[in-house]
């Protein structure tokens, strides 16, 4: 959940795989988790560029291995809390496939259950990319709730990468 900056901060398939594993190391220092992060932040990458649902599925599909076939109706009745990339990681990529816009790719996210936080960090982060950004009126209220502190660092990293 926490490599979303990797997506945007690099340009080349090469670096953000490099750094994906990089970052997953610190606290996921495991063949899945190294691999769960670098999916997660390669799909951010294509996401950037204009890759299409369907390329990002096969990209992502071929390149880890992840079961992306499934629907997230055909995932949610079977899906838990579990804290494991290989488990977390390809439902949440399924909700952003099915996304019709970006509020509907957070709350199918949520609506798989288990670790919420996670869940939409991962599915909100590829749908910000191909959508270009965050809606206005989510924008607005995330602005009210979120300290000055934390506000002004997603302001330097806007200013930046995106």
Partial sequence: MRVSPVGWAYNTVEDILHEGEACAT???NHPEGIKGAQAVALAIFRARYGSTNEDIRKEITQRFGYDLSRSVDEIRPTNHFDETCQKTVPPEIVAFLELQDFENAIRKAISLGGDADTLVA?????????YGGV???????LRRRVPEKL???????????C
């Fill in 26 to 28: 610190i606290t996921h």
């Fill in 122 to 130: 991962i599915t909100g982060s590829i749908a910000e990319a191909f």
């Fill in 135 to 141: 809606p206005e009126e989510i924008v607005k209220e």
């Fill in 151 to 161: 506000w002004d660092v997603v302001v330097r990293f806007s200013q930046i990468y």
